[in-house]
């Protein structure tokens, strides 16, 4: 055989294979047509593609074909906490419903253990995670209860909202890139954050401490603890305190009892973030 | 002379450090106040019996054992119980412990105190286990597992090997070495009691080839109570650890997941051993142990008979401290955890305390991973700890179980030999933490 015969061969044969394939090709894909959700994909394009997981849906393609799927009672259920009510509005637009209205919220970290208040007892060298940490030992400060300051919700926030102050040595919340997904609250070994309304003009309040000993022992390790001491509940009936903590529920207005509320603790595990006095 | 066997894969030689071998076990007395935790075992932690006020003797049950996987607590000391709250534990986590004022030294009156050697046993399997049970035993080497749950053969199993393990292969620590010196008769004779309970075919102490003196002696006790052997076994980091002594005596492996019963085999501390034969010949529960106070910072090492309660400080002052402390260990320098609470007491699996200074306790700076694999090659296990490092990393934890990080038996190996000093143990730890918190 020659050279062109050869070269002829080849394309000959790679020809047949070709057209062979393209037949069994388009029959495979008549046969096994999927309809694409036009919906779902338009509705996914709108959302911010995070695939936090915080709406409740295993990602955003996931939350997409829910909104595509629901009815207009259901969809009053669905809710994209970091695309937020802008989101939710154009999503309602393109399925004809009507969009929830949701109030903003935003994490809080509930200890105020800084660096002054909780001062380092021992040295830690190991791993810089909370997660380890909090198995091996109690804490650089003492308390069973309070942040670890080594900072997994820093390294873990997916949108960045979370920064270590190197003052305080505690974790604070940028409330602005905060959109409540609810990482820490799932990374945090010693569940310290809360989801809470962002309040009338970014004013909160709320107990910063979760420590349940006796006031006598949580106040050795942190001067800021709450002792359960009730003064705040006095002034609002709605705060309950349990096993020596106390809880501020959402519902307790910052703007009515916020400063007064700070200024009654005796300790300041009451954080207020309006205008102090 | 037999031959003598190690584990295959795997493990490291650390400096040995054992300043205490040679120094007889002293007894350190009662101090003025013990407490003593009710969760002092693997478990449930035991139901609270007695309450302010209440008068106790040195043998009195105060805890009950609350479930199967559980241990009664005895008194270690008489005297009064000032509070029943709860108290740091050397984590510094609180913990529920019973407090009890020291009042001279009164026993309960079916202890036999006498030093005789009782070797006759009378005593049933069915009885022995109750015994045990009775008698708050558990782990002593560290892990502080009800010993009755592990002296239950479950049905359709064989023992063939029962296995003492007193190969003590941390450094610095040498109770289990003095206490094989010193009492290697009722060391047999445990043997003996548990080789009854759980009807095994042959029992072996296995001991490190750094302990001649111990080898000596068991080999004489050996003599005198038939049917046991001695088993040597090569200085090897973690040779005390259950698998790798499992294979290095019967050369069998213990199925991944699976309990040592599974390859046929117990194994059982020494100090386990000893604390049986006391309970069951000589009626004593468990309220005292020995314990190595020993570093690199203490004036003199040494190795105490303690009642379990006893505050960690009380010990450290016997052994006397250089300087200020730097690091205090309970357990081993290799899988010990770091203290950071002095007054600490002492539990039934406290089996040291190690004081070092500030500046042989630091931790050099982390490089990256080279990729060297020296980990792999010391990992008894033989894990990849390199590879669950990078997966930790990244939080991959799904992956890292697929590499099978939950039987990884925290030995350290891993993190002591690593070039880039990553600590490749603390990520292990982390992995299997999380693995088994999402079960």
């Known amino acids: 055989m020659g050279m062109t015969e050869i070269i002829l061969f080849n394309i000959a044969i790679l020809s047949v294979i070709a057209v062979v394939a393209a037949i069994v090709l388009f029959f495979i894909a008549k046969k096994f047509k999927v309809e694409p959700n036009i919906m779902a994909e338009e509705i996914a394009e709108i959302l911010p593609q995070a695939n936090c997981g915080a709406c409740g849906s295993a990602g955003c393609q996931d939350f997409a074909n829910r909104c595509a799927s629901s009815n207009a009672d259901e969809f009053r259920s669905l809710y994209c906490p970091v695309g937020g009510r802008n989101v939710m509005i154009k999503i309602a637009q393109k399925l004809g419903y009507i969009a929830e209205d949701h109030e903003p919220t935003v994490a809080v970290l509930q200890c105020n253990g800084s660096c002054e208040n909780a001062p380092d007892k021992v040295d830690y060298v190991g791993l810089k995670s909370c997660r380890l940490a909090s198995r091996v030992f109690v804490g650089k400060t003492g308390c069973p209860n309070g942040c670890l300051r080594l900072g997994d919700c820093v390294r873990n926030c997916p949108f960045g909202a979370i920064e270590m102050n190197p003052k305080t040595g505690l974790p604070e919340v940028n409330p602005d890139k905060c959109t409540s997904c609810g990482t820490c609250i799932r990374i945090c070994p010693r569940g310290l954050y809360e989801i809470r309304p962002v309040g009338a003009n970014g004013v909160r309040v709320y107990v910063a401490c979760k420590n349940k000993q006796k006031g006598a022992t949580a106040r050795k390790n942190c001067k800021s603890a709450c002792i359960g001491c009730m003064k705040c509940a006095k002034i609002c009936p709605d705060i309950k305190v349990e096993n020596n903590l106390s809880y501020i529920p959402t519902t307790v207005s910052a703007e009515q009892y916020g400063k007064e509320l700070a200024s009654a603790c005796p300790t300041g595990a009451i954080v207020y973030t309006g205008e102090k006095k | 002379m037999k031959k003598i066997k190690t584990f295959t894969i795997g493990g490291i030689h650390p400096d040995k450090f054992k300043l205490s071998s040679d120094i007889a076990i002293e007894d350190a007395g009662v101090p003025e106040i013990v407490t003593i935790p009710v969760k002092q075992h693997i478990g449930a932690p035991a139901k609270i019996l007695v309450g302010k006020g209440d008068k106790v003797k040195v043998g009195t049950l105060v805890a009950d054992a609350d479930g199967i996987i559980s241990a009664d607590v005895h008194s270690s000391v008489s005297g009064e119980v000032i509070k029943v709250e ?9 913990e529920k412990m019973i407090t009890i004022k020291v009042e001279g030294d009164e026993w309960e009156e079916d202890i036999d105190r006498t030093p ?17 049970r009775k008698s708050g035993i558990v782990g002593m080497g560290g892990a502080g597992f009800p ?9 359709g199993k064989n023992v063939d090997y029962l296995i003492l393990n007193g190969i003590e292969c941390e450094p610095y620590l ?12 009722q ?29 000596k002696t068991l080999k004489k006790a050996v003599g005198i109570h038939k049917g046991v052997s001695v088993q040597v076994c090569a200085t090897k980091y973690p040779q005390g650890a259950e698998k790798q002594l499992i294979t290095a005596v019967s050369g069998r492996e213990v199925p991944s997941g699976g309990l040592p019963i599974d390859a046929g085999c117990v194994v059982q501390n020494v100090g386990t051993a000893f604390a049986i034969y006391e309970a069951v010949q000589k009626n004593k529960p468990l309220f005292e142990r020995i314990v190595t106070v020993s570093g690199d910072d203490v004036e003199k090492a040494g190795n105490f008979r303690v009642r379990i309660g006893t505050p960690s400080s009380y010990l450290i002052e016997k052994a006397g401290q250089k300087s200020e402390i730097g690091k205090i260990i309970f357990g081993g320098p290799m899988m010990g ?72 038996i925290e030995c350290g190996c891993c993190a002591y030999s690593c070039p880039a000093r990553i600590p490749l143990l603390d990520y292990c730890k982390l992995a299997k933490y999380e693995i088994r918190k999402k079960k």
């Open chain 2, 116 to 132: 005789d050697i009782v070797s006759e046993i009378t005593a049933s399997a069915e009885d022995i286990v109750n015994i045990i």
């Open chain 2, 174 to 185: 040498t109770a289990d070495d003095r206490l094989m010196q010193e009492c290697s008769e």
């Open chain 2, 86 to 94: 709860e108290t740091e534990t050397g984590s510094g986590y609180p």
């Open chain 2, 337 to 408: 955890i770091a203290g950071v609470n002095l007054n600490a007491p002492i539990t039934k699996i406290s089996s040291g305390i190690l004081i070092l200074k500030d500046e042989s306790a630091y931790k050099p700076e982390v490089s990256p991973c080279i990729r060297c694999a020296t980990c792999v090659d010391v990992c008894p296990q033989g894990l990849e700890p390199y590879m669950i490092h990078s997966l930790i990393r990244n939080g991959e934890y799904d992956e890292a179980e697929k590499i099978h990080v939950l039987d990884c």
């Open chain 2, 147 to 155: 010993t009755p749950v592990k002296v239950t053969v479950p049905q």
């Open chain 2, 187 to 215: 060391i047999v004779i445990g043997a003996k009691i548990l080789s009854k309970a759980l009807n095994a075919k042959k029992t072996v102490i296995a001991v490190d080839e750094n302990k001649p003196n111990a080898i």
